[in-house]
């Protein structure tokens, strides 16, 4: 089935450690994002991919940094930069322009909890 | 820039009655607007959109929403909920054709069916 695949669904990171949470689909679309949820907050946008070899920062870029090596894949890092990284994941796409009505799809969401 | 308001962050309603979530969108251009579904721990859904002609849309799972343009609303309706409605719902615009600000978020209201 086509969809959009994220992993792991739950990580821990110690503090100072980068971790990478991997987004892949098979919906052959252009577009592909990356949301943080936080309870009470809804999804914020991090950063956003039109084509590969090409991303743009979103609201809370800071302390996250991906790339677009395929069309299939993109990977979040998220930095030891980053000062308040426990939060719900979330990885999305969708076909032809980024943001032109079409339908945004999302996976099942990553947790990542700082100990 | 868009912002998106949803009124409550709660709304209790008893199994087989009517629902109404509502939301309400601040813009400077025409927008596109849609409802998300969220259940725990899973990623969203897309219920329906709005991006031009009617100003009524319908659904999935017997929901459907009102456009209206003069009080910058896009309220989600049901005549009859069940149990399995009981979820988080996100309200969302974007500007039409496109534009920096992307796809704004509200900040939810979680629908609880009671029996």
Redesign the interface.
């Known amino acids: 089935d086509g969809g959009?695949t994220q992993s792991p669904k739950y990580l821990f990171r110690k503090e100072g450690q980068n971790v990478t949470l991997s987004c892949e689909q098979n919906l052959n679309h252009d577009a592909m994002y990356w949301y943080r949820q936080d309870p009470?907050?809804?999804?914020?946008?991090i950063y956003?991919s039109q084509i590969v070899n090409d991303f743009q920062k979103?609201?809370i870029a800071e302390g996250y940094s991906v790339s677009r090596e395929k069309k299939e894949s993109f990977p979040l890092t998220v930095t030891s930069a980053q000062k308040n990284p426990t939060a719900f994941y979330?990885c999305?796409s969708s076909e032809g322009?980024?943001?032109?009505?079409n339908?945004?799809?999302?996976?099942?969401?990553s947790?990542l909890t700082v100990v | 820039a868009q912002s998106?308001t949803q009124l409550d962050?709660q709304v209790p309603v008893f199994e087989e009655a009517p629902v109404e979530l509502r939301c309400n969108y601040s813009s400077s251009v025409s927008v596109?607007l849609f409802w998300?579904v969220q259940y725990p721990?899973?990623?969203?859904?897309?219920l329906l959109?709005y991006?031009s002609g009617s100003t009524l849309v319908k659904g999935i799972n017997g929901f459907e929403a009102e456009f209206n343009k003069s009080q910058t609303s896009f309220h989600l309706r049901k005549p009859s909920v069940h149990i399995s409605d009981t979820a988080e719902y996100?309200c969302a615009v974007?500007?039409?054709?496109?534009?920096a600000d992307?796809?704004t978020?509200?900040?939810?209201t979680h629908l609880i069916i009671q029996p």
Do not use: H, P
Not at chain 2, 105 to 108: C, N, P, T, V, Y
């Open positions: 959009i009470g907050q809804g999804l914020r946008l956003y979103g609201d979330l999305a322009r980024i943001f032109s009505g339908t945004i799809y999302f996976g099942e969401g947790w | 998106v962050s596109y998300y721990n899973q990623g969203l859904q897309l959109k991006l996100f974007s500007g039409a054709g496109g534009g992307g796809l978020f509200g900040k939810g």
